[in-house]
DNA sequence: ATAGCTGCTGCCGAAACGGCATCAATATGT
DNA sequence: ACATATTGATGCCGTTTCGGCAGCAGCTAT
């Protein structure tokens, strides 16, 4: 089933690995045999594909157009074979998911269990980063489907799904606050708050409103875990600051209050976007996993924000 | 700059000619190598590619995947192509049009001359076909851009864009209806009519109209030719029926004379669609041409639909 | 029945591929 | 500063693959 010529094949695990022994490694062939394929493609194309550094190679521009090409044919070689399969009766893969933190406490261990019941053939590889850290992965095609705050997305991508989720306080049972409906910004900060590090995500959705206030409250814990974050908050600690979807077993058990924040009189919203490379047609099964994904997400979104109606 | 390996490259031109000889003559090569190549690739996939009939071969469903999958790397593989041509400056390539014939008279010619002047490298291939074939081009691989009545679309193509014109009754000067402002359909078969053939695709735009009349017209002139029918109207022999994109220069030169079909009381559309693979990432020079291509029918569009403001 | 087409298949020379050993250049560790 | 390790490139050589030639059987149209 590997019909094309060598030459893309090693280019793409030279270009993974960044070095050629390395990828000949991986490829279980000489060394040689790569660094001749790679020189050959260089001269096919008639320009440099790679800089050669003492430590490694890395891509030159000619090299990065290669690369999406390349990228491209392997991707669709992958639906193309998942076709052929599907069309024989057998229905195996890998769904190769990135994400940001705040899906791995509910939604994606739901998701992924339950698909596995019906299609024990497909597995998963999940990956945990930051948002651009997913959106980057996608674009290197390490991953095909791409969970992550709704930055603004490189062209290669394409946004296949917008989700907005109030973003809200959450606070021990205990606490002072766990008895309102709704809290602003000045209300939480009378208490000790649990900030989140800039590597999350929620860092810079609080930001520029924390920019606002008036007074700059004072330093508080600071963490880079979610998990941290929201054991820390159930223990009595202090304020966080989540979505929903993010506190989802220990809102379930009450240890847990979720609070949406109010900032003059409007809610603050989280967008969590779904992505996918645009110049890829996904395998059925990636495609299935996909739309699945989707719909539990509007599922979510749909039960919480009815459940805390905006603040109109 | 051919690092594809050759099965698929035989495989594509045996699909397009349908024989491995014809393929082997296309490609230069005995058709032994051609046969080899394909058998190769049968046992690559598991699977047949083609149905041998005695008169040459034609896909089997795996082989129309795997077709699908070697248009997406070819065609890919020219979008590269001209990524990295663009880069060192020369910027040539050719664009691939499957039109329907009311666009021959006036947008595209004029459409191509001015992208020539500006860009001499890029060359054009144009096709006049029917919508139905317009599309089928597109899928089969055979055109990059494509223009035709908007019909449902196959899943496998885009619509980069949809225009709509008025449809309108076309006639000569001294035609007595020509002093009108609009006409409807019964006024219109009050003379003789000019009427498309099934094959035109306003035959199947006033055909639902027509079946509304409460009298059947007695039967009148049937062309085929969009040519045809304008000059037979510029003629006096009849009324035709037209979008004003059609008859650009009769119209100009004061021969022919537009008129805004009125529907019981609302206008008369035709949607015109352009369609590009859904599957594929234009090069660079299409591309180019298929935004100047938007721009000017949406031009078009707004011109005409001014000169002629809806019945209200 | 003949002529012309189809795809397939031995045979063989040529080209491409891959493995091994080695080289020069560079980075790393002591 | 020196030794060591790692990088990519290259010459040599056996193996594999590719492609051309000629001929095969099967089918169709005349």
Redesign the pocket.
């Known amino acids: 089933m590997r019909f094309h ?3 893309i094949q090693y280019f793409h695990a ?1 270009r993974r690995t960044g ?4 990828a000949a490694r991986v490829l ?6 790569v ?6 493609l260089e001269q096919e194309v008639g320009s440099p594909l790679f800089e ?6 890395t891509l030159t521009t000619v090299g990065e157009m290669l690369a999406r090409h390349v990228m491209n044919v392997l991707q669709d070689l992958d639906r193309f074979r998942s076709d052929v399969q599907s069309l024989s009766g057998t229905w195996h893969g890998t769904v190769s998911i990135a994400c940001i933190e705040s899906l791995t406490e509910s939604v994606l261990p739901d998701l992924i269990a339950s698909h596995r019941g019906r299609a024990r053939r497909v597995s998963f590889t999940t990956e945990v980063k930051g948002s651009s850290d997913v959106l980057e992965a996608l674009s290197r095609g390490e991953a095909d489907i791409g969970i992550a705050m709704a930055l603004r997305h490189p062209p290669d991508l394409r946004q296949a799904a917008l989700k907005r989720f109030r973003l809200g306080a959450v606070v021990a049972r205990e606490h002072p606050l766990a008895r309102r409906k709704t809290v602003t910004l000045a209300q939480c900060f009378a208490f000790p708050v649990i900030h989140a590090l800039p590597e999350l995500s929620i860092y810079h959705l609080l930001q520029p409103l924390i920019a606002q206030l008036p007074e700059t409250p004072e330093p508080a814990i600071q963490v880079n875990s979610i998990d941290l974050m929201r054991e820390l908050a159930a223990r009595g600690v202090g304020v966080a600051f989540q979505t929903q979807l993010g506190i989802g077993r220990l809102s379930r058990e009450g240890q847990l209050v979720f609070l949406p924040l109010d900032n003059a009189g409007s809610p603050v919203w989280s967008d969590l976007g779904i992505y996918v490379r645009a110049e890829r047609t996904l395998p059925a099964y990636t495609e299935s996993f996909l739309q699945e994904l989707v719909r539990e997400l509007g599922e979510r979104e749909r039960r919480e924000n009815a459940a805390y109606p905006h603040v109109a």
């Open positions: 010529s060598p030459s030279v070095s050629i022994r390395a279980n062939v000489a060394s040689s045999a660094s001749r394929q790679i020189l050959k050669r550094n003492a430590r490694g190679l």
